[in-house]
């Protein structure tokens, strides 16, 4: 089935550094989204994106947060700074169209990211 | 605001036994979308059934799920379980509040032989 690519599958960072994870949708998909799961709780919604926008962001999207998708290359998230609380999994998922309309995400694999 | 419930964390059984892992969920959309997604170790998380018909019974690779509005219920359900079915099951529901999906706990389903 359609896959999403997620880089890097992990990472290990230092407090107050900045991290990019770089997320690969499905080719013809147009909205794309961030989860994180921070371990043994649920996937929470971060924020989506689409026609070069953040639609809707959830309070978990703090200020040190963003994302862009400069030229159709890949749906990125960026942290800066980093803080220890963000350390968890972030799954990046796209999807043809709304999930209003019933349309199924299609996920990566996630990036573990651990903040020391 | 929307949410799902999933009330148990971890359900154990023998193999051949039947399924059943509970979801409810509370919007105020008329005509909600609810997910059951299937997450197993070191891969991602991908859909199993859908559902935004009332009443009417969704299957897919062995699984069935029936969207009652009246209880606000999407329960899971498999006749007889399999060994390969030890995984991580979310159910989500995509409510009026936008292009997002809103995901329970998650139950994880450890079947033994």
């Known amino acids: ?116 | 605001g929307d949410s799902v419930t999933q009330t148990e964390g971890l359900v154990t059984l023998t193999e051949g036994l039947p399924v059943m892992l509970n979801c409810t969920y509370q919007t105020i959309y008329s005509n909600p979308f609810l997910f059951w997604y299937v997450h197993y170790l070191n891969e991602s998380p991908r859909l199993l059934l859908k559902s935004s018909t009332d009443n009417k019974r969704t299957e897919h690779q062995g699984f069935h799920a029936t969207l009652h509005k009246s209880s606000s219920s999407f329960h899971l359900q498999k006749s007889s379980a399999q060994l390969s079915d030890s995984a991580l099951y979310y159910c989500a529901l995509s409510g009026g509040s936008g292009n997002k999906l809103i995901f329970g706990t998650g139950t994880l389903l450890s079947v033994k032989p």
């Open chain 1, 1 to 116: 089935g359609p896959k999403v690519l997620q880089i890097p599958s992990h990472q290990i960072i230092d407090m107050g550094q900045m991290v990019t994870l770089n997320c690969d949708p499905v080719s013809n998909h147009l909205y794309f989204y961030w989860y994180k799961q921070i371990l043994g709780q649920q996937m929470e919604f971060l924020v989506n994106f689409y026609n070069g926008k953040v639609m809707e962001k959830s309070k978990l999207f703090k200020d040190q947060f963003s994302v862009e998708r400069p030229d159709g290359s890949y749906f990125t998230l960026k942290i800066q700074p980093t803080a220890l609380e963000d350390s968890a999994v972030y799954f990046c998922a796209s999807s043809l169209l709304g999930t209003g309309v019933g349309n199924t995400l299609y996920f990566g694999e996630g990036s573990r990211l651990i903040v020391v």
